[in-house]
Every structure is written in C-alpha cells, then in structure tokens.
C-alpha cells in the first residue's frame, strides 16, 4: 500500500527547493528592509499625504516598493549565482529562454527606476508611458513577445500575430498590466495581497507547463508580495508608491508571457489574463467610464471596485479582504484550466470563500 503524501512532500512538489529558497530570501529581505526604507523616507520627507481620493488621514512614506524591489533581485541573484536558473533536467537554459528571463527581470529593474523618479519627483503620464512603451518594446526585442492571441470561432482559436502587432499587444498587455497595479494600489493592502495571490499562481501554473525559470522570478515576487503585507495591510506603515507597482506589475506580466503564453494553445494563451483579472477588470472598467463621461482615462477618480465597496458602506478591511477573495477565486480557476488537477478542489474551496465573502456583503447591503 503506498504512504500518502505528507504535507512536506506536497509542498516540495508544488515548489522545488530554488523557488523555496527565493521565496524565502525575498520574503527575509523585505521584513528587514521595510523599516529601515520607512526610517529614511520619514527623515528625507518623502511622504504622500492626505488628500481628497486618499484614504489615509496621516502622512505616509511611499518608498516600499525599494524593499519589494531589493528583495526580489537579492533573492534571483542568489539563486542564478547557486545555479538555480537550469531547466528541469538540470541542462542550462537555451539563449531564447535566458534572453527573455533577462528581459523580465531589466525590464523589471526600468520599470521599476520609472516609478521610483515619480516617486521623488513627479513625472507626467504622457512621459510615464513614454518611457514605459520603449521599455515594453526592448522587453519585446528580446523575447518577451505575445505572438498569438485567442480569438473565438476563427480556425483552432488560436491566430499567430504578425511582429508588427505582436510588437502593439506586448507593450499593451506589459504597460497595461503595469498600470493596473498601480490603480489598483488605493487601499492598505490591496495590491500587495492581490499581486502576492497573483504570483503564486503563476508560480505554480508555469511550473505545470514546464516553465521552472519563470516561475523563479515569479516565487521571488511572490515572497516579496506577501512579506510586504506585514507593513501595509490595514492599518498601512508604508505605501509601496509607483515603483513598487510598477516593478510588481510589469513583472507579473513578464512571467505571464515566458511562463504561459509560450504554450501554444488555447488554454496557455488565455492564462494570463484569467490569473490577472482582478486588476485588467477593474482598470478596463474605470477606462470605460471615464470615457463614457468625456474624461480622459489617466485622470483620477473613485471609479475603482475598492472606492464603490468603501462608499456602499463597507469596512477598508472587508473591501480588501473579499477582493482577495476574488483574486483567489481566478487563480484557482486558472489552475484548474491549466490541467492542475490540485486546482479543481482549491477552485471549490474558493469558490465556497467568494461565495461566504458574497453573502456576507449582501446582507450588509440590507
């Protein structure tokens, strides 16, 4: 008769000892740094303050993305200097595969400095998405590409783009998914939490699909994420500012690109989006609106899903916590599409959770 499984020996399969390890070094680094990043920003003055669209009534530092930013890096380093960036039969990465990873993480380390300036400075949106598509387009160059897109009823689904539109959706899908994050970065915690439930995700799908480097970066983001929740969730420390969304955000659309998308079929084509839904929806939503009034879609306002759960009256803890509940709800159904056969139980015990968070707001609307 054969032992079941022992916790352990699940959690090994899920994340082999690399992504382990970059997880945890992410995660140690963010713990240790956040303070000290909090420390510097309170005595540099480098504070957001109140104001009409912010929830928070006190000055706050916004420079935590530098420790989400430091954690990862620090944690890829030190697996690429152990060796740990080797496909899953211990042979080196083939050259398309390293210059995409590469790709990824640089691209990653401008994003990241882009948000960073703004953070210190103030850049306007038209210069930040300047400087966002020319990134996006040397990420393109080098192998983070979207070369299909699913399109129903026309053949298998699946169309293969010509560069030139190839070129137009990955800056699309990179900077946009950049800036979803960072819209969605108005409550303590939100982003964080749903970018830290995202990355797991993709960790353990692009695994699945034999994607082990991707999933690296994706483990190490994940450990930051997650960690960072220590200092933010409500009530908030520290913001994570521009930079950090836009690393985090640029970063899980990387890896959604080299760890799913280049699995040619349906399935792998539409991954990245059901494992990013939260944000893509509530940021195409907003667009939408704004238009729909005349606005121009890089004004701010209180359109987002958090702002409409705050003003129907719900707590900043229970608005956070159920869009959590729903960040998880997608990513267990991405699981699950992905053939992971631990993702149909975990896409009902979610399933279950969104339902109870569900209910619990109706009754509230009552």
Known sequence: MTALPTLHDLLLMAFPFYHLLAFAVSAIIVLLL?????????????????????????????????????????????????????????EPLDRVADYSIWGVTLGGLAF??????????????????????????????????????????????????????????????????????????????????????????????????????????????????????????????IFMGDGGAYFIGFTLAGVGVIGLVKGVTTVAVLLPSLTLAVPILDMSTVILLRL????????????HLHHRLLNAGFSHRFTVLFIYALALWVGSLAMAFSGLRAGIPFAFASTVLLSYTGWRAMRHAK
């Not at 160059?141 to 010509?162: A, E, K, M, R, S």
């Open 112 to 237: 990241f400095l882009i948000g960073l300036i703004d953070d210190l400075f103030g850049l306007s949106a038209i210069s930040r998405l300047v400087m966002q598509s020319a990134v996006a387009a040397i990420a393109w160059y080098v192998g983070v590409d979207i070369h299909f897109l699913t399109i129903p009823l026309v053949g298998n689904g699946i169309t293969q783009l010509p560069d030139w539109l190839s070129l137009i959706v990955t800056i699309f899908w990179l900077v946009g998914m950049a800036n979803a994050i960072n819209w969605i970065d108005g409550l303590d915690g939100l982003a964080a939490g749903v970018s830290g439930i995202a990355a797991v995700v993709l960790a353990v799908v692009s695994l699945y699909m034999g994607q082990p480097a991707a999933a690296l970066i994706a483990a190490a983001l994940a450990g930051g994420s997650l960690a960072f929740l220590r200092y933010n969730f409500n009530p908030a420390q």
């Open 34 to 90: 956040t303070p000290l990043v909090k420390k510097a920003g309170l005595a540099s003055g480098r504070v957001d303050l109140p104001g009409n669209r912010k929830v928070h009534t006190q000055p706050m530092v916004r420079l935590g993305g530098v420790s989400i930013f430091v954690g990862v890096l620090a944690a890829l380093l030190m697996v690429w200097a152990s060796g740990g960036f080797t496909s899953v039969d211990g």
């Open 292 to 303: 729909r009034r005349g606005l121009s879609p890089f004004v701010a306002d209180k359109r």
